[in-house]
């Protein structure tokens, strides 16, 4: 039974799917018997889970806290009691990888992708230069693409309205007009983190210019890492590299570190509330 | 890591090996991994994957090849507050709960 449910976790893992592996890790009473049961369980509730944790009536429960880990995206421990006795189950989540897509295949864009596969990220690297976007270049990436930034941007959609939450966009063309545009083309979608290159400077003109001329709520600049990257001092491509992977894992794991964004974004907040109690 | 981590085990299970997985299911304070860091405990030594290294994975290597043995699976409590001083190695100052337990080939029934 358990090469079944490993045998299931293996093909998930392949497919890039999220699964989560349930264990019963400690019991007493009527369930002793049952340490080492396993079972694979997804989010998809109609989806049958494979294995046997034959945990009769609790089974049911037992899937429903383990989808909520699933959809946490963290392990879990669970405890129950019941009447009969005691168990403590372990839910160990494999979550579908973060997807990174590195825009613009330069100096910075190498060693970022070979960075963030050392990380367990999915990469995708886009440029319109087959020259640079090839896979010569990036050996470790996923996917390489070269083509026009918007269109392909919108074709890694994949046929669905928007990426989705597990999705990282970095934007690291040659010229900020690509770098805008790309960002105009993921502006709304529901992205783990959009970085931007560029000084502090350059990404406040950016900002107001597109606030001024297209008409762009500021609000909508507050969640975007530019100028990208925690500081760490970094000068060369791959310091710079370090300096955007740290920030994506601080975003991803919740951690304390500040961006270097959030000079700028502290700013543009405090000018909107100032304009706002000038308006009342 | 834990993206390989299954097909190493499916590849051990195919070559017809019993192995015993070790998996951190529960931490407080320091620790050198974290929840759901696993590891292969391989009869002959060639382990893969890590929980810390040290003298806390050495215990808990030692339980694994008698969970290879006997195939009972169980928890292995490791401590790592022990006073810091110069011949302590490897004190983080936090506690950890490992599962472990057998994996084997399918039985010819099966």
Redesign the interface.
């Given at each position: 039974m358990?090469?079944q449910v490993?045998?299931a976790?293996?093909a998930s893992?392949d497919n890039r799917e999220s699964v989560a592996l349930i264990?019963v890790?400690?019991a007493d009473g009527a369930f002793a018997g049952n340490?080492?049961h396993h079972a694979a369980l997804w989010l998809d509730a109609t989806r049958a889970p494979v294995g046997d944790l034959a945990l009769g009536e609790l089974t049911e429960q037992i899937y429903t806290d383990a989808r909520r880990a699933l959809d946490d995206r963290k392990?879990r421990?669970l405890d129950y009691t019941t009447t009969e006795g005691s168990l403590?189950i372990?839910v160990?989540?494999?979550a579908q990888?973060p997807h990174l897509i590195i825009v613009g295949a330069g100096h910075i864009a190498v060693p970022l992708a070979a960075v963030a596969k050392l990380n367990?990220f999915e990469v995708t690297v886009l440029d319109d230069r087959p020259l640079y976007a090839n896979v010569a270049r990036f050996p470790s990436a996923d996917r390489v693409i070269a083509g026009p930034f918007r269109a392909e941007l919108s074709q890694l959609r994949g046929g669905k309205p928007t990426f989705d939450n597990h999705t990282y966009v970095v934007l690291v063309t040659r010229g900020h007009q690509y770098d805008i545009d790309s960002l105009l083309e993921v502006l709304d979608d529901p992205l783990a983190y959009i970085g931007m290159i560029g000084s502090q400077r350059r990404i406040r003109a950016v900002f107001e210019l597109l606030e001024k001329d297209q008409g762009i709520p500021a609000a909508k600049f507050d969640r975007i890492y530019a100028p990208i990257g925690i500081d760490i001092g970094a000068r060369t491509p791959a310091e710079i590299a370090i300096c955007i992977m740290a920030e994506m894992i601080n975003v991803m794991r919740k951690g304390p570190a500040l961006s270097m964004s959030e000079q700028i974004r502290r700013e543009r907040i405090a000018r909107r509330e100032r304009a706002q109690e000038k308006t009342l | 890591m834990s993206t390989t981590f299954y097909h190493h085990l499916q590849n051990l299970l195919d070559q017809g090996m019993t192995v015993a997985v070790a998996t951190i299911t529960d931490v407080k304070g320091s620790v050198p991994r974290e929840v759901g860091a696993k590891m292969i405990v391989h009869p002959y030594g060639k382990h893969v994957g890590t929980i810390g290294g040290g003298c806390g994975e050495a215990d808990v290597i030692r339980a694994g090849l008698d969970v290879i043995q006997d195939g009972e699976p169980r928890n292995v409590h490791v401590d790592l507050t022990e006073e810091i001083n110069m011949n302590s190695l490897g004190v983080c100052g936090g506690i950890m709960n490992v599962f472990v337990e057998q994996w084997h080939a399918a039985d010819e029934a099966a």
């Amino acid at each position: 039974m358990n090469q079944q449910v490993l045998q299931a976790i293996v093909a998930s893992i392949d497919n890039r799917e999220s699964v989560a592996l349930i264990s019963v890790t400690e019991a007493d009473g009527a369930f002793a018997g049952n340490v080492g049961h396993h079972a694979a369980l997804w989010l998809d509730a109609t989806r049958a889970p494979v294995g046997d944790l034959a945990l009769g009536e609790l089974t049911e429960q037992i899937y429903t806290d383990a989808r909520r880990a699933l959809d946490d995206r963290k392990h879990r421990r669970l405890d129950y009691t019941t009447t009969e006795g005691s168990l403590k189950i372990f839910v160990e989540v494999q979550a579908q990888p973060p997807h990174l897509i590195i825009v613009g295949a330069g100096h910075i864009a190498v060693p970022l992708a070979a960075v963030a596969k050392l990380n367990d990220f999915e990469v995708t690297v886009l440029d319109d230069r087959p020259l640079y976007a090839n896979v010569a270049r990036f050996p470790s990436a996923d996917r390489v693409i070269a083509g026009p930034f918007r269109a392909e941007l919108s074709q890694l959609r994949g046929g669905k309205p928007t990426f989705d939450n597990h999705t990282y966009v970095v934007l690291v063309t040659r010229g900020h007009q690509y770098d805008i545009d790309s960002l105009l083309e993921v502006l709304d979608d529901p992205l783990a983190y959009i970085g931007m290159i560029g000084s502090q400077r350059r990404i406040r003109a950016v900002f107001e210019l597109l606030e001024k001329d297209q008409g762009i709520p500021a609000a909508k600049f507050d969640r975007i890492y530019a100028p990208i990257g925690i500081d760490i001092g970094a000068r060369t491509p791959a310091e710079i590299a370090i300096c955007i992977m740290a920030e994506m894992i601080n975003v991803m794991r919740k951690g304390p570190a500040l961006s270097m964004s959030e000079q700028i974004r502290r700013e543009r907040i405090a000018r909107r509330e100032r304009a706002q109690e000038k308006t009342l | 890591m834990s993206t390989t981590f299954y097909h190493h085990l499916q590849n051990l299970l195919d070559q017809g090996m019993t192995v015993a997985v070790a998996t951190i299911t529960d931490v407080k304070g320091s620790v050198p991994r974290e929840v759901g860091a696993k590891m292969i405990v391989h009869p002959y030594g060639k382990h893969v994957g890590t929980i810390g290294g040290g003298c806390g994975e050495a215990d808990v290597i030692r339980a694994g090849l008698d969970v290879i043995q006997d195939g009972e699976p169980r928890n292995v409590h490791v401590d790592l507050t022990e006073e810091i001083n110069m011949n302590s190695l490897g004190v983080c100052g936090g506690i950890m709960n490992v599962f472990v337990e057998q994996w084997h080939a399918a039985d010819e029934a099966a």
